[in-house]
T-cell receptor
Framework: LAKTTQPISMDSYEGQEVNITCSHN???????ITWYQQFPSQGPRFIIQ???TKVTNEVASLFIPADRKSSTLSLPRVSLSDTAVYYC???????????????FGTGTLLAVQP | EPEVTQTPSHQVTQMGQEVILRCVPI?????FYWYRQILGQKVEFLVS????????KSEIFDDQFSVERPDGSNFTLKIRSTKLEDSAMYFC????????????FGPGTRLLVL
């Protein structure tokens, strides 16, 4: 599994757009990039996943350049409730019949201030 | 929206005692996982389970640990003889068929071993 590197922490203010970049230089052809969010004393929560280019859902956007060696999670107009740890993970495609463990790093602690 | 549930939310036990942590995965999911998170540390993979057998386990998952799916809904983690260092949040996760990249986590059980 490719190792990921992301900032340990970031600060932002309410209403701002936040971009968290993750590097994964050794990503393999059949790997996806997945982001999870974790609030204190809660389980991680899936945010978004992508393979290449741009993916957008109701929560975030994920930008992946052509070489796929990095990715950027974009949170539009953050609020205080977005304060959490955000994890970037590289996950291999499961073609069925096998489980797929997630390897979490230390993540990025995003602190949103009023 | 369906969700993974876990019981109990908190458990305090004496060192050497057995504990059973319970999880009810999302009903149509086929892949099941246990993770743990020691306070202030990373989320760590323990074990994965598919088709009524362990698919993969980590070095943490030694002979003191076991998992079971006793019926069609519950997925349990048993620690036979707890140690102080087993104190952690334990998270259950499940994934639906054909999409094991997206794992849905439960709220966790906080285990405190005294």
């Amino acid at each position: 599994l490719a190792k990921t590197t992301q900032p340990i922490s970031m600060d932002s203010y309410e209403g701002q757009e936040v971009n968290i970049t993750c590097s994964h230089n050794n990503i393999a052809t059949n790997d996806y990039i997945t982001w999870y969010q974790q609030f204190p004393s809660q389980g991680p929560r899936f945010i978004i996943q992508g393979y290449k280019t741009k993916v957008t859902n109701e929560v975030a956007s994920l930008f992946i350049p052509a070489d796929r060696k990095s990715s950027t999670l974009s949170l539009p107009r953050v609020s205080l409730s977005d304060t959490a740890v955000y994890y970037c993970l590289v996950v291999s495609t499961n073609y069925g019949g096998a489980t797929n463990k997630l390897i979490f790093g230390t993540g990025t602690l995003l602190a949103v201030q009023p | 929206e369906p969700e993974v549930t876990q019981t109990p939310s908190h458990q305090v036990t004496q060192m050497g005692q057995e504990v059973i942590l319970r999880c009810v995965p999302i009903s149509n999911h086929l892949y099941f996982y246990w993770y743990r998170q020691i306070l202030g540390q990373k989320v760590e993979f323990l074990v994965s389970f598919y088709n009524n057998e362990i698919s993969e386990k980590s070095e943490i998952f030694d002979d003191q640990f076991s998992v079971e799916r006793p019926d069609g809904s519950n997925f349990t983690l048993k620690i036979r003889s707890t140690k102080l260092e087993d104190s952690a949040m334990y998270f259950c996760a499940s994934t639906e068929p054909g999409s094991s990249e997206t794992q849905y986590f439960g709220p966790g059980t906080r285990l405190l071993v005294l």
